[in-house]
């Protein structure tokens, strides 16, 4: 909206026509990016997880209020500002200035890298057999406890700590805090009965009568508890009485079952999107877009695999899942704000070749690239720096997506929509010469 109203103001040099047409003219991009983020939100509802329905439901909500606060609070208080008489001119820094860059000269070298990058991640996958998926694609064990409450006790903080010192990896465990915090979902991974590890040839239940509790048969809820209580951290005895019922062992189909709706979630989302898209704008454009997305989803997995093998403890588990719906809707804003600009120049610019339309829609629109996505890397590597191991995934996902997504909104998106409208023009001739 800013980015507009400066480009009105400099053309008609009046405040209050600048700010109308701005505001006018920005609308349509607003809510179509908006909309496809909150059409992939939707797809994450329907995941069978708690933490993820939640972020899909905040991400919902917050979508809708940033869109009332941006579309119709902001424009509120400029109207104000400009009912001052003291107010005569509108001051904006322009730290991008207006540039001339041939961003379609290197599109098929960046589609040619984006396949390169995945085949090579994909090789390095196989060849060194990563362990590159999470619990909750794996299978495993799931314990579900309540410890002993003491003051001032980070709890998710000391169980990890204690699990870490008995041998686990991150990539093995995983917590989820409930409510009150004391209360926790643990995580093992089923590498753990693999040779060389902590529960390799433990039987799934002992023969022996327990002595206190009945979860004593079950080695390795006993071992999980043993380990908590050497580092001081008691579960409550109203736990241990009921702790065999909530141990459960997360199957193969189970966990078959969640990558199937993974990536039908993906793939639903990529679906609904496009037909969202060609309904608003063209066919070229929506697939060009699709395929965009795609690739966006592609290479963020694939250095997700890269980053795997250089030791950093990243998995693909939900969290993961819900970055990439999540960066799906955040890069195809930034695409279908220079669609809707090319839309727009198509209108007014008819004898100008399409692609001077598309490289000079790039270049229009830079600048609000770039502070859309620096604003939000703020965000971000706050969360990736300061949020603990907790949503350290999530938000490396989230960092690696936003780069690559405004990457691909310049350099593949709009070298996709020239192919398309070439093939498109060749279709065209045929008919007529065939007419």
Not at 7 to 35: H, P, Q, V
Not at 266 to 271: E, K, P
Request: glycine share 6%; aromatic share 10%; hydrophobic share 50%.
């Amino acid at each position: 909206v800013f980015e507009r109203i400066r480009e009105e103001y400099l053309k008609s040099g009046r405040i209050a026509n600048a700010i109308a047409t701005g505001y006018k003219k920005a609308y349509s991009a607003i809510f179509d990016s908006n909309l496809t983020t909150i059409i992939a939100a939707l797809i994450l509802l329907q995941f069978d997880s708690g933490p993820i329905k939640g972020f899909a439901i905040t991400l919902i909500i917050g979508i809708i209020s940033s869109m009332f606060t941006a579309l119709f609070l902001t424009k509120l208080f400029f109207m104000g500002w400009v009912r001052n008489k003291k107010n005569t001119k509108l001051h904006m820094s322009n730290i991008i200035k207006k540039t001339h860059f041939n961003f379609l000269k290197f599109g098929k070298i960046s589609i040619y890298s984006c396949i390169f990058i995945c085949l090579a991640s994909g090789f390095l996958l196989v060849s060194k057999n990563l362990p590159i998926l999470g619990i909750d694609f794996t299978g495993g064990y799931s314990a579900t406890i309540e410890l002993t409450p003491k003051k001032d006790m980070d709890y998710k903080s000391a169980v990890a700590s204690a699990l870490y010192k008995a041998g686990l990896s991150p990539q093995e465990v995983k917590i989820r805090t409930m409510t009150p915090p004391n209360n926790m979902k643990i995580l093992l991974s089923n590498s753990l009965d693999q040779n060389n590890q902590i529960f390799a040839k433990m039987p799934i239940e002992t023969a022996k009568s327990p002595k206190g509790f009945i979860y004593e048969k079950n080695p390795r809820l006993n071992w999980l508890v043993d380990t908590l209580k050497k580092e001081n951290i008691q579960i409550s005895n109203e736990t241990l009485q009921d702790l065999h019922t909530q141990w459960t062992s997360i199957g193969t189909q189970m966990s078959s079952a969640m990558k199937l709706n993974a990536i039908l979630g993906l793939s639903i989302a990529l679906l609904c999107i496009l037909v969202y898209i060609t309904v608003r704008f063209e066919f070229k454009y929506a697939i060009s877009a699709t395929i965009c997305l795609a690739i966006d989803v592609g290479v963020t997995l694939a250095l997700i695999i890269v980053l795997n093998a250089l030791g950093l403890s990243v998995q693909i588990d939900l969290n993961t899942i819900a970055a990439l719906m999540t960066i799906v809707g955040y890069s195809l804003n930034d695409t279908i704000i220079i669609f809707d600009r090319i839309r727009e120049d198509i209108k007014s610019s008819k004898k100008i070749p399409f692609t001077d339309i598309v490289n000079a829609a790039l270049n229009v629109t830079l600048s609000r690239t770039i502070m859309t996505s620096s604003t939000t890397l703020i965000v971000l590597i706050a969360l990736l720096t300061l949020g603990g191991s907790a949503i350290f995934g999530l938000s490396l996902v989230m960092v690696i997506g936003v780069l690559f997504g405004t990457f691909s909104s310049l350099f593949i998106a709009a070298p996709l929509l020239i192919f398309f409208q070439k093939n498109e023009n060749k279709s065209i001739s045929r008919i007529e010469l065939r007419q």
